[in-house]
Every structure is written in C-alpha cells, then in structure tokens.
T-cell receptor
C-alpha cells in the first residue's frame, strides 16, 4: 500500500524560528513535491525534486528551502518563520508515469 | 505562465442530482488532467484522470470530459450522495512525472 508520511500533523512555532517539515515516502518514487494549501487559493507548489540532491523552485519558493539527501525523504525548511507562512503544508510523491500521492498534511501556525 | 482556472468555487446540490465542475488551462502542451477529492481533514486523493488522446472517461458515477481545442475539461458526478461532499481539485500537467498545476478547488455540498 502506498504511503507518504509527514513528521507532524500540527505544529505551532514563533516568528523567526527555523522550522523543519519532513516527508517520507516508501514507494521508491523519483519525484517529490511540497505544496501549501490556503482557502480559495488551491494547492500552490513551493518546491519539487526529481532526484536526490536535486531541487527546483515551484510557484511560491520565497521564504522556503528544501533538502533531499535520500530518495525517500524530502524536507521543507522555513529559515525564519513568519505569520504569513501559517498554512496547511502537503507533501506528495510520484513516479515518472504515476499519479501524485499526498501525505496527510501539516497544519503550521506561526505566532 | 501556466494557469488553471476552476469554477464554481462552491456548489450545493440535492442528493440524487448531478454536479458539474469546470476547469480551463492555459498551457496548450498540457497532456494529463487529474481530478482529486479532498474530504474534510483528509489528504487529496485521485478519483479520475484523463490524458489528451482521450475525449471522455467514465468510472461508475463520475466522468471527465476534455476539449483540447477549447482547453477545458470538466468533472461530472451523477446521482450525487452525501459522501460526495468534499473539495474537488482539477489539475493539468505537461510532462510525465512533472509538476501539476492545480485549480483553486470547488467545495461540493450534497444535501440529503
């Protein structure tokens, strides 16, 4: 059974803190993605990765960075969290011909 | 840039009625169009998809149609049930395995 997991379901951080969101997939997929979901704006792509140590900017990369040291793990980093980064963060993975499978999401609140 | 517009943003129907959600895309090179359903508090899950070499695809009560000339595609749900209530997202993709461009989502409410 396909599985994408995220390290936390809920996270509360303070402005200026460094935040790490972790995503792990067990399907040996090459491609991994980070989205944020906000009401009325749909799913917006932050960063994605086609391979280990490879990353590409999505539509809204500002204020974020990513790391992919191993094929199964893709991390999203908020270098200095701000209140406008309060959101639902969804990780997804997909093979070259497959659908994207989403993780359960992390609801991040920045105070 | 690449863009997907989705309408309506909210849709309320009576149980048993049909529901239609429409999307238009800007990138004429798009060739894969999935639809995701997200129930409250849960992750988005693929419910149906269509590729550009097909005009229509059906799976029980759901169907998707694609008009490549007009660059729009639609989701049709017949005989709606309360468990169809969810947020539905359309998306478009150009390259295999590449990034999906999502629409803004449609919140469907099916009233018993």
């Amino acid at each position: 059974d396909v599985k994408v997991t995220q390290s936390s379901r809920y996270l509360v951080k303070r402005t200026g803190e460094k935040v790490f969101l972790e995503c792990v997939q067990d399907m040996d997929h090459e491609n991994m993605f980070w989205y944020r979901q906000d009401p009325g704006l749909g799913l917006r792509l932050i960063y994605f990765s086609y391979d280990v140590k490879m990353k590409e900017k999505g539509d809204i990369p500002e204020g974020y960075s990513v790391s992919r040291e191993k094929k199964e793990r893709f991390s999203l980093i908020l270098e200095s969290a701000s209140t406008n980064q309060t959101s639902m963060y969804l990780c997804a993975s997909g093979g070259q011909h497959n659908e994207q499978f989403f993780g359960p999401g992390t609801r991040l609140t920045v105070l | 840039g690449e863009n997907v517009e989705q309408h309506p943003s909210t849709l309320s129907v009576q149980e048993g009625d049909s529901a239609v959600i429409k999307c238009t895309y800007s990138d004429s090179a798009s060739n894969y169009f999935p639809w995701y359903k997200q129930e409250l508090g849960k992750r988005p899950q693929l419910i149906i998809d269509i590729r550009s070499n097909v005009g229509e695809k059906k799976d029980q009560r759901i169907a998707v149609t694609l008009n490549k000339t007009a660059k729009h595609f639609s989701l049709h749900i017949t005989e709606t049930q309360p468990e169809d209530s969810a947020v539905y997202f359309c998306a478009a993709r150009r390259n295999q395995g590449g990034k999906l461009i999502f629409g803004q989502g449609t919140e469907l409410s099916v009233k018993p």
